[in-house]
């Protein structure tokens, strides 16, 4: 699971310039953001790049810490 979608919502970037900055389809990034496909690790750096975050807030753990 990642946390695309909040981040394009907190940057103000839309699914469609998050296409076209990636040079992807607009259907493609919305099976990311929907967490339908999970993006491959060099596009997930991409997108860290195009939202100006560690790529590690992208992703939610996926074991709970104690």
Do not use: C, W
Request: glycine share 4%; no cysteine; net charge positive.
């Amino acid at each position: 699971m990642n946390r695309i979608r909040e981040f394009l919502e907190v940057k103000g970037i839309t699914q469609t310039d998050l296409a076209h900055r990636l040079g992807k389809s607009f259907n493609m990034v919305n099976l990311y953001v929907t967490n339908k496909v999970q993006p491959p690790i060099p596009v997930l750096y991409e997108i860290a790049d195009i939202l100006d975050v560690d790529v590690r807030k992208l992703l939610l753990p996926n074991k709970q810490s104690f």
